[in-house]
């Protein structure tokens, strides 16, 4: 229903119907004066949830994170003047990993900036070159041509969000007084001559952009030294999107060095060419050296393994970047050709060949690894950090989505999760890889989703504490796999560490946080972990609301120190 109380409530509600009517479900807003048409807009649809959230930089990755779950645009609203700037961490994130957003920042009208009115910066187009589109709106008003234009303007912000490729839309709009629905009795005479029905039912859902069939490239067929990355990935449909990259290894004849990101390791059934324990592989130089290959299929973005791009660029073979997006996926700038298409499209195109030695190699290999990985995992006893991943992996509820921080749980991930058929759902940050907003945005994530599991180091934690405010309007559960090294434990494998001073002030900056006080301020249940039998009781099954911190407190100099000394040996095998 329209507020017809003056020209900002008519506005405003037809803002908010409008995408209501396109397909919009939730609505992240934060108090302010200017934007108060558009809060009263939001929490008056029925079509959407509006969910108000304090502080401007976690609801900003916690809409990102019902964003990356859903697939589908999340409105974010805030007032005028600096409130603006700080979504800004989570609109470089969601530009650079292709998350539809689309953000209203209420303005002062034209006559009201570089004038110094209160809480007036300049915010035109304020987000740069991280926003697909940026329009500034007309001023409210009641001529239907202008409504008209307004109708027609948010029909092209939602299909900017999602095509032709998924990002942010930003929208300044301005208003001027009353910003409070007060009555108008002017508008009577309006309302009286507007059609809704016929104002609305012109909407459509924009048509999506068709891709034609592109076939294979021939040399695919002829090569036996071939192989695909199924790099970082976060699918709608996972198994489909698993399947095809299946399919296509099994009649290519391909191994799939299957990033821990991407949801190929928990979908192993489908696919018998499996390889997880690449990263170890390649600092084998004599395995490296054996296992070059003359092809690459890269599907999405290419793994994190720094050692796996290392062998990339030495060895330099032709690669294919399948990727429907239009971004430049190749950061290593080798023989690439992009082919914007998706897998699925792409398998459905190619016969079948007979295996080959070079793939049996490769399965052999990865035999031997993963299993001298899950021995030696299994035998560690203390709370080492790779050992969390490792167990994740094997006792969490089938279909559990996950949450994976920036920094060392990435890599750990990388290095230890172990294949299954649990079809967890891998989520990430790692279009700008800050650790930003981890928080905020792990309860996206799991808002109104399956019960989730976040798994983090202190510091990401920390960073985003402000999270925690976001309790009260949460609905799902959220489990958080703390990892508390006091410090920065990604530092500790960089040449950084052995220069003290400055290291551990200026670069691990320990916090010296007592978790446990931190989590009763915030009311979230905390439990310390002691054991890895503790921790597997506590992980399945997972509690269905509700937020809680596991914390299992590490040594990040050891810790760092062993997989110095051991993700080495773990390859070190003869073929």
């Not at 991407?262 to 499996?274: E, M, W």
Request: with cysteine.
């Amino acid at each position: 229903m329209l507020d017809f109380r003056n020209t900002n409530t008519v506005w405003g509600s037809i803002l908010a119907e409008t995408f209501g009517r396109l397909g919009l479900k939730t609505a992240v807003i934060c108090p302010g004066s200017r934007s108060t048409p558009l809060a009263i807009a939001f929490t008056q649809t029925d079509r959407v949830e509006a969910i108000p959230i304090l502080d401007e930089r976690s609801a900003a990755f916690f809409a990102l994170g019902i964003a990356r779950q859903t697939k589908h645009p999340v409105v974010l609203v805030c007032t005028s003047g600096t409130a603006a700037a700080n979504f800004y961490p989570a609109i470089i994130e969601a530009r650079e990993s292709q998350v539809p957003l689309i953000v209203l920042t209420a303005d002062r009208p034209p006559e009201l900036r570089d004038c110094h009115s209160g809480q007036t910066i300049d915010q035109v187009k304020l987000y740069g070159t991280y926003a697909n589109w940026y329009a500034e709106l007309a001023l409210p008003s009641l001529e239907i041509e202008m409504l008209a234009y307004l109708r027609q303007t948010l029909i092209y912000a939602w299909e900017r969000s999602r095509y032709p490729v998924a990002g942010v839309v930003h929208l300044n709009i301005p208003f001027r007084d009353p910003l409070a629905p007060i009555p108008d009795s002017t508008i009577a005479v309006f309302q009286s001559q507007f059609n809704s029905q016929d104002f609305f039912n012109s909407i459509q859902l924009p048509i999506t952009h068709y891709q034609l069939p592109i076939t294979h490239p021939e040399e695919w067929k002829q090569c036996d030294r071939g192989i695909i990355i199924a790099g970082l990935a976060q699918p709608q449909q996972p198994r489909e999107y698993c399947g095809a990259i299946a399919q296509l290894a099994k009649t290519l004849k391909f191994p799939v060095l299957a990033e821990a990101l991407s949801p190929v390791r928990n979908f192993a059934d489908l696919n018998p060419y499996l390889i997880s324990t690449y990263d170890l592989i390649v600092r084998n130089p004599q395995l490296a050296q054996q296992l070059q290959p003359n092809i690459v299929i890269q599907i999405g973005e290419l793994p994190t393994s720094k050692d796996l791009r290392q062998w990339l660029s030495v060895t330099q073979p032709q690669r294919w970047i399948i990727d429907p997006c239009d971004h430049n996926l190749d950061p290593l700038h080798g023989k690439t050709i992009h082919l914007r298409t998706t897998v699925e499209q792409l398998a459905q195109s190619i016969a079948p060949k007979a295996p080959t030695p070079y793939l049996q190699l490769w399965c052999d290999v990865e035999a031997k690894v993963r299993s001298a990985c899950d021995r030696t995992m299994a035998e560690i006893d203390h709370l080492f950090e790779g050992k969390a991943a490792w167990l994740l992996s094997q006792i969490l509820p089938p279909e559990t989505p996950l949450f994976i921080a920036n920094s060392m749980p990435v890599r750990d991930m990388e290095f230890f999760w172990k294949p299954s058929n649990s079809n967890i759902r891998p989520f990430f940050n790692r279009g700008a890889n800050g650790i930003d907003g981890t928080l905020s945005t792990a309860l996206g994530v799991a808002h109104r989703n399956h019960s989730s599991v976040l798994l983090t180091g202190d510091l990401a934690l920390l960073h985003d504490t402000n999270g925690f405010l976001i309790t009260n309007k949460f609905t799902g559960h959220l489990t958080i796999v703390l990892i508390n090294n006091n410090g920065g434990g990604i530092f500790e494998m960089l040449p950084i560490s052995k220069f003290e001073p400055p290291f551990e002030e200026f670069f691990a900056t320990p916090q010296n946080i007592d978790f446990a006080q931190l989590c009763a301020t915030y009311n979230v249940e905390h439990e310390l972990i002691q054991s890895w039998e503790q921790l597997q009781q506590k992980l399945n099954p997972l509690p269905a609301t509700g937020i809680r911190v596991l914390e299992l407190k590490t040594n990040r100099k050891s810790d760092a120190k062993w997989r110095k000394e051991n993700l080495g040996n773990l390859a070190a095998i003869t073929m």
